[in-house]
Every structure is written in C-alpha cells, then in structure tokens.
C-alpha cells in the first residue's frame, strides 16, 4: 500500500478531536453553572489546548516542515484545507491557551464569556475541518459523511474524557442531565451517520463498490470489532441497561467512557488509512 499520510495524521485529527470535545463541553458546563462546575470547567479549558497543540505538531512533523507553522498563520492558503486548518487549529489554540492560563491564575468565574464564546466558535469550525480536510480529497471512502462523523465522534471522545477525569462529578450530571440518556442519543447519531457512510459506498458507483469491498475485506477488524462494536455498540447496551436500572454508572462508568475514547481513534484512523488504501 503507497501511504500518503501515516498515523500521525490520524493522531492528530484523533487528538484535535478530544480538544474540541473537551473544550465543548467545558463552555457547556461553564454557561449552565460555573461555580458549580469550577473543577470540571478548569480541567476542560487547560486540556482541550494541550490535546489540539499534540495533534497539530504530529501534523506538521509528518509535512515534514514543523517550522513552517509560523508562516502558514500569516499566509492563509484558502485553497487549501491543510493551510486553513493548520490556521484555525492555530487560533483555537491561542484562543484556548489564553482561556486556560486565565483560568489556572484567575479562578473560573474571572473569565470572559465574550473570549469563550469566541473559542467555542473556533473549536466547532476546527471539529469540522478535521473532517473537511479529508472529503475535499477526492476518494470514495472520504465522501460527505465524513465531518458529520468526524465531529460526533469528537464530541462523544472529549466528553468521555472529561468525564474520565471528573469523575467526581458524576453523580451530579447523572442527575441534572440525564447523561446516561443524552450519550446513547449521541451514540445512536454516530451510529446511524456511519452506517449511511457504509450504504452509501456499497451501493452508489463501481468505484465506490470497491471501497467497500476492501473496507470489508481488509479492514474488518479495525471497523466491525474496534470501531463499531467496541467503540459505539458496546457502550450503548451498556447505557441502555444504566437507564433501565439493571446497571449502576458508576460501577461501569471507567470501561465504557474508555472504550468510547479509543474506538474514536480506530473509527479515524480506519477512514484515514481506507481512503489512501483504495
């Protein structure tokens, strides 16, 4: 197989994504009450920067020219979905840098809704590109479903995360929001959104055909074990029975938000190496 991009490419839109998600849930949490959710609100913002910087110096060591980000933030290719989302990953995470250290010095409350509303906007455009980056190539496999999948699964990773490491807080969220209900809607999104991305290639044109058949064929494990049963079914019974009460969170809550968190990363990886592969 001739390999264009190799696993760092999928390390950065995987770590990107957890960024974006943990951000996310952080402006989330901090709009609804944030004294109440102080802790939780202070780990988002210091993360979510840490994870996108990881991603996007991967990125740029496997371009070959890491140094080149400098230029690239003045010298916006709008051609190019490698220059814009170095770009925007750039600005999301200044954005994300000066909310965090704000944060760690100042306390929570001393923030500026106005700069988090701000580094919202960024981290939503930033989920998305992770995905536009790969349907503005022109492979089957990297077709339009992919931002949609792309952003619910970082979404789904980030706030697994999180709550990994707030697990403290568990209890609370179970009860304000209903979480054990809200992911498996997520959950059944992705689900749904990654099925019509097979459909769609199984059934549209010749070549479309072969993607599929080498998804199949060569991929099964990483799509039908790690992605879709381990990653996203397997968290879903598990939910489905927390609601039913035939389980306690808190007794499953580590497994199945680590499991959500790693076959984000098989899901991405897959897409990244099946469109290159065919």
Excluded: C
Excluded at 40 to 64: D, N, R, Y
Excluded at 75 to 95: C, D, E, H, K, R
Excluded at 214 to 242: D, R
């Amino acid at each position: 197989m001739n390999l264009l991009w190799d696993v760092r490419v999928s390390l950065d839109l995987f770590l990107g994504g957890l960024g974006v998600g943990a951000f996310l849930v952080g402006v989330i949490l901090y709009y609804v009450d944030a004294k109440i959710y102080e802790g939780f609100v202070k780990k988002s913002f210091v993360i979510a920067p840490l994870l996108v910087i990881a991603g996007l110096l991967l990125l740029l060591t496997e371009l070959g020219r890491p140094l080149n980000v400098i230029k690239t933030i003045y010298a916006v290719n709008p051609t190019s979905f490698m220059s814009i989302g170095i770009f925007l990953q750039s600005a999301f995470a200044a954005v994300a840098l000066l909310i965090a250290f704000k944060a760690l010095t100042s306390g929570v409350a001393s923030l500026s809704s106005k700069v988090i509303y701000a580094g919202a906007i960024l981290a939503g455009l930033v989920g998305l590109y992770h995905g536009f980056l790969l349907s503005g190539i022109a492979k089957e496999p990297w077709n339009n479903a992919i931002p949609v999948i792309f952003f619910v699964s970082s979404i789904l990773s980030g706030v697994s995360l999180m709550i990994l490491l707030n697990l403290e807080s568990l209890e609370n969220l179970v009860t304000r929001f209903k979480l054990p209900l809200i992911i498996n809607m997520v959950l059944t999104l992705e689900l749904a959104a990654v099925f019509a991305w097979v459909y769609n290639l199984a059934l549209t044109t010749a070549s479309s055909k072969h993607a599929y058949d080498v998804l199949i064929s060569s991929f099964s494990m990483e799509f039908w074990v790690l992605s879709i049963l381990l990653g996203l079914i397997a968290p879903l019974i598990i939910f489905t029975l927390v609601i039913l009460n035939k389980l306690s969170l808190k007794a499953v809550a580590i497994p199945t938000f680590s499991i959500i968190v790693i076959g984000s990363f098989f899901l991405k990886n897959l897409v990244v190496y099946l469109g290159q592969a065919v």
